[in-house]
């Protein structure tokens, strides 16, 4: 079935440097969407990407969907420690069922 | 406007009893999403719900695991026996047909610990 991994797992980031963390699928996706879970919280939603090569920007998050529509990325910039959390990544199994990546826990160092 | 409501946000309970987790969604959704979270496995979809009615269950467990959507503002998550290895935050999450994202709005979670 269709899975949807994420690179890396972790990411240590020093506060006011970027970083970009990866989403891919087995399969073609019609979308993709990213989460945002800090911790002790739950899952909340950020975006939807739809198109092929589509980017979307929200203040210091590009978000962005690979032209084959089988991988996605998140890049922040300029990160703060309002960014700590686990990002997530899903895929839909059919047009309700999502399919979540693992994650990636992303921790700053002030 | 409330979002979504689970009940209790903690349980602490005995391998052997039962345990119910409860959800009422955002009104008007008409999706509903049982995850279960572990750091070993992540977010797993238990089963889902449109308009009251299972649509997929085939993410739960095994037996022992049971849910139930008696109404549209209401569903239960029963654990009968629990054992240890149920020991999870369960998210219950809802969903519009017809949303531009069909984005999920989670709730807080139940935080399950079975000694």
């Known amino acids: 079935g269709q899975q949807v991994m994420q690179i890396p797992q972790y990411q240590h980031v020093q506060e006011g440097e970027d970083f970009t963390t990866y989403c891919n699928s087995s399969?073609?996706?019609?979308?993709i969407q990213w989460y945002k879970q800090r911790p002790g919280g739950h899952p909340v939603f950020l975006i939807q990407?739809?198109?092929?090569?589509e980017v979307k920007k929200q203040k210091r998050l590009t978000f962005q969907f690979g032209e084959a529509k089988k991988n996605s990325s998140l890049h922040i910039t300029a990160t703060q420690t309002t960014d700590v959390g686990t990002y997530f990544c899903?895929?839909?199994?059919?047009?309700?069922?999502?399919?979540f990546g693992a994650g990636t826990t992303v921790t700053v160092r002030a | 406007d409330a979002g979504v409501i689970q009940s209790p946000r903690h349980e602490v309970t005995e391998m052997g009893q039962e345990v119910t987790l409860r959800c009422k969604p955002i009104?008007?959704?008409?999706?509903l999403f049982w995850y279960r979270q572990t750091m070993m496995r992540g977010l797993e979809l238990l089963i889902y719900?449109?308009?009251?009615?299972?649509?997929?269950d085939s993410g739960m467990p095994e037996d022992r695991f049971s849910a139930k959507m008696p109404n549209a503002s209401f569903s239960t998550l029963k654990i009968q026996p629990s054992e240890p290895r149920d020991s999870a935050v369960y998210f219950c999450?809802?969903?519009?047909?017809?949303?531009?994202?069909?984005?999920?709005?989670f709730g807080p979670g139940t935080r399950l610990t079975v000694l």
């Open positions: 999450a809802s969903s519009l047909v017809g949303a531009m994202a069909h984005e999920q709005f």
């Open positions: 399969t073609t996706l019609s979308n």
């Open positions: 990407l739809v198109k092929s090569g």
């Open positions: 899903a895929g839909p199994v059919n047009d309700y069922k999502l399919s």
């Open positions: 009104s008007g959704h008409d999706y």
């Open positions: 719900f449109n308009n009251n009615v299972p649509i997929d």
